[in-house]
Each structure stands twice: as C-alpha cells, then as structure tokens.
C-alpha cells in the first residue's frame, strides 16, 4: 500500500525566484497530481488603464516584470501604434531590435545561473551572472536603466544612441560571447548538469501542442513556433531560425536556451550592420480608436496583448495574456510521474516569472 | 574538467567585484540617478507636475515652492522633457536614502518678482 | 508587418460547435479575455503556424453565464478561473474549479466596472 500524502511546495522555496504555490500529492515519493495555487503578486494592474493616460501606460506596462521589462514595453507601444497608425521611423525599429535582444541575451542568462543553482553548482551561476552583468552595463550605458530601461514610448524610442558607440558595442560584444561560449560549453558538456536534468519532466511533442505550451517549453520538444517568425519591428528582415530540440526533457529546454543567446548575439550584430540613419520618434497626435491584439516572443514564450480605445485619453480593456500562465498547464502534466526530489528542476525549467503571470 | 579553463582564468584575473562602497562607484553619462532642480531658473508654470506620470512634483504658485517626493519619483524624465525654462536635469549619480517621506521642497523666486528685480 | 487578424462574430448557442470545430483543424489555445463595457465581451483566439483567429460572444451583464471548454481545449482552465474571479461570470464546468480562489483578493469581480475611473488623467 503506496503512502498518500499531501506536501505543499512554495510560495518560499530557494529555487524559485517568484512566489508559486504547489499543492503536491505524492504516493510514496512520486508525485500524482499537482495543483497550483496564484495570486500572491497580483497587483490590478489592467485597470490602471482607466485612469492613466494612454500616454503613460507605457511605464506601468515596462513595471509588470523586472526580467522581461522592455519588451513589455515595446508590445504596448506597438499596439497603440497600430490602432492610432502612427509611422514609426526605421532608426526607431533597429534600436527596439537592439534592445530587445540583449533584453533576451540577460533574461536567459539569468535563467541559466538559476539553473545550474538547483543543480547545486554554485560557482557556474555565478559566472554565468558576471557575464550578465557586462550586459547590464551596456544596457546602462546606451538606455540609462539597468533593469528598468525606460526607453521605449509610443511613437518610438526616447534616446538615441550614435553610430560610432555602436561599433565599440559591437566590438565588446565579441569579447562577451567568448566568456559565454566557455561557460555554453559547460553546460552541454558537464555530467553533473547532465545528470540532474536529463529524463527529467518529459513533455511530447502533441502534448506540447495541445497544452498550448509556448517558448522555450514548446520548442525543447519539438513544436519549432517563436512569433519574432511574424516579423515585428524589423525581424522580417534578419535572418535566424528558431532553435528547436527534441527530447522534451529539463535538459532540451536547457540547450534550447544556451543556443538562443548566441542567435541573440547574432541578431544584435546583423541588426547594428543594417541600423539606417534618421529620427527616432514620431509625433503621437488624436487618441486610440480601435482594437488590437499585439503578439511579440518574449523569453519565456509567446505574450499577446489586447488593447481597446474608444476614443478616449484612457484605454478601455488592456489584456496581457503572459508565457508562464500559457505554461502552467503543460507544467501541472510534467510533473505527473516524477520524484519529489525533481519537482524544483521541473518547475524552473518552464522558466516562471509569476509577476508576469499575474500581473 | 570542463570547468577547468574558467575556474584557473578566475584565480588569476582581477576580481569582478565593484567593491561598492569601499570604492566610488563608476556612474554612466546616460544613468537615470536623481532629479536636480535649479530654483534660479524656475518659473512656476508647472508644466512638469501636470506630465509627472505618478504624481511625484507638486507646485504651489501661492507659496512659490517647488516639492518633489523622491519616493514616488520612478526616473522616468519626463518632467525634463517637459520644462520649458530647463530648469530641471538628470544627474547620473544615485538617489540616496531620505529620513522623512514627504516632499522636498525648493524655493522659488516667481516670475514677475525676477523681473521687476531686473528692471530695478 | 503584421499578420492579417480574423475576428468573427459568433453566438452563445453556437460556441462549443464551433470551438470542436477549431480544436479538430488543428489551431491551438492562444487566450481567452473579457472587455466590459455595455455587455460582457468574450474573445477565444486561436493560431495555427502564424495564422490568428478570434471568437467573439457578447453575452449580457445580468445573465452571464458560459458553457466551460475544458472539455475540448484543456488548458482552458486557468484562464476561465481567472475571468470568473476577475468578472464574476459564472462557466458551467470547468475540468479544475477553483470556486473563487483561483486568485487571492479581498474584493469580489474588481474587473466589473464599467466606464472610466475616477482619477487624475
């Protein structure tokens, strides 16, 4: 007779870095069934857009999650753009691409120390954040935040960055990616990180599918969708592929991560080789009328935002619909099967940022 | 083994810390630090108070005095953006903590006072 | 620079015919929202390879009910817990029902406001 018993897992667990609740039945010490539980960060913030003006949205949407901040950001200014039809200058577009990508390059990089923190390898999530933190400070120097850019508006970007300090970027850059490919290469090679995360939290390619996984969880098994394929901002005109592994488990969506950062710094380079001279804003004139819905690829997945005005100088409806909650389902059916002792390796692999999940 | 290179490159090379605040911390150009308010140059047209997106600038024309709450204050410079007489800057350097939560207030010289103190 | 957007207009009736429909041509669960304004706006979206399709009911405020799609689409879960704790309609059988405590908030359906907040603009 297997031993039922109920543990609960969060909301303060050291693997996590948002609270998440988790109800775990386990039998002996697989877990059966599990069952979450939210809500600990939601702060109302879709209906901060009744009383703020459309204009300055833009910052509350950039405060809804510390890690992915600009490009909410840039997915609320791109939907008003839409519905209002406001010409967005090129220069504009380049430097959103620019920003955007190293804003995946740290998110990852994040991730990766955070993964190898719950394999216990201790010193490898430190390198992995000294690396982070050259792309921090270049994110400082060009936007003036580390964390919290502040640079995208409505209309375009609210600084300019000139073309000879892009060079030297792009020369720094090179002698980052270096750093990195050391560290990458820890990654695919060492047994420890292997071991902890191979056969781990299996998830098939139709599962994937059905349970409407998106990002980095979809395409670790498989399901090869990432919506910079739409081609927003200027991605129609780069060429990358989207990085697709097939074993399902904790370490494809490891390598589907590791793999991606160098794609990032192979776009930033293509981008900055092709970035044209001009403005980088345009005049936002009349009020939004009309509705949107604005899909980007944020690190963790897809995110898709609804916006609805009715012409006046507050939004009617603000809907953000974030990767992780996207992902909660495919997680509750990962962890089905697996040891206790798994279920924190799991749970970080989907990448949650619950502050994003509930705004 | 793999960890090798790395580990024996970190025991040699300098050490990444900032040694913050044993040293003085490095500040950008571009860095969003603190709001700095010249009261010379300011004229009370509170152009700045209306475009703050939190709420953070008041302007009290019957008291000629200029409050910011540094709490309530995210950075986000649009305030500068807005002042017509350029009385307002960003300076990179970090907003240190405060004792009282309420507003720092600023002494301003109103307009046409400045201009009768010209004439004179 | 976008793709093209398809948004159609269906009935309350027709919902869950129309959902099978959907799920059996091979489009995933992308999201599902709901806008107050006169009535209740439901939109389902769905996407398959890029491609974007919208299902809209309007349902009236004082009757709103919803049949769940948990049964065809079983992810649906999460999103039909939060429109029933945010907005206060009521989905007949959803796979996982939380009953109200999907979200932990001290005021019942915040969402179900209509019109513009007082506040400074």
Known sequence: ?359 | MVMCKTVVKSLISRSACKMYPAREPVFFERTRGRIQMAAVKCILCSLCAKRCPTGAIIVDREKNIWQIDRFKCILCGNCIEGCKSEALKMANHYTGPTVAKQGEGHRVVPPKAKKEKTEQ | MFENQEIVGIEKAELLDRIRRTFDEGYRLVQISCTRSEMFQMDYSFDKNGRFLNLRVNIPVESARLPSITGIYACAFGYENEIHDLFGISIDGISIDYKGNFYRIAVKAPFNVAGALPGRE
Request: charged share 25%; hydrophobic share 40%; proline share 5%.
């Open chain 1, 1 to 359: 007779m297997a031993l039922r018993t109920v543990i609960p897992f969060g909301p303060q667990h050291p693997v996590l870095p948002e609270p998440l609740h988790l109800d775990l039945v386990l039998d002996d010490e697989k877990v059966v069934e599990a069952v979450p539980s939210i809500g600990f960060i939601h702060r109302g913030l879709e209906m901060l857009c009744r009383r703020k003006n459309f204009r300055d949205m833009v910052y509350v949407a950039e405060r809804i999650c510390g890690i992915c901040s600009f490009i909410h950001g840039l997915g609320y200014s791109q939907g008003i753009e839409r519905i209002m039809d406001i010409p967005v200058p090129e220069r504009a577009h380049y430097l959103r691409v620019f920003w955007s990508e190293l804003s995946r390059i740290h998110s990852h990089l994040l991730w990766l120390g955070l993964a190898a923190d719950a394999a216990g390898f201790e010193s490898l999530f430190n390198h992995c954040w000294r690396i982070r933190e050259k792309i921090l400070d270049i994110i400082e120097e060009t936007s003036g935040g580390r964390v919290i850019f502040g640079v995208c508006k409505v209309g375009g970007v609210r600084r300019d960055v000139d073309n000879d300090f892009l060079k030297g970027i792009l020369i720094r850059l090179k002698a980052i990616e270096a750093d990195y490919n050391g560290i990458a290469a820890v990654f695919k090679k060492d047994y420890t990180i292997q071991h902890r995360f191979s056969d781990v939290g299996i998830l098939s390619i139709e599962d994937a599918y059905r349970l409407g996984a998106v990002g980095p969880t979809s395409r670790g098994s498989g399901v090869g969708q990432d919506q910079r394929k739409l081609g927003y901002a200027v991605y129609s005109r780069l060429e990358f592929e989207p990085v697709t592994e097939s074993a399902g488990d904790c370490y494809a969506r490891c390598m589907v991560r590791v793999r991606e950062v160098n794609g990032s710094f192979d776009l930033i380079r293509q981008a900055l080789e092709k970035i044209p001279a001009g403005p980088v804003e345009a005049k936002v004139k009349g009020v939004p009328e009309g509705e949107f819905f604005s899909r980007l690829e944020q690190p963790r997945g897809e995110v898709v935002y609804y916006l609805k005005g009715s012409g006046k100088m507050f939004l009617d409806r603000f809907r953000i619909r974030t990767p992780t909650f996207a992902n909660i389902p495919a997680l509750l059916h990962m962890l089905k099967g697996c040891d206790l002792a798994d279920v924190p390796v799991v749970v970080l692999s989907i990448d949650p940022c619950i502050s994003c999940a509930e705004r």
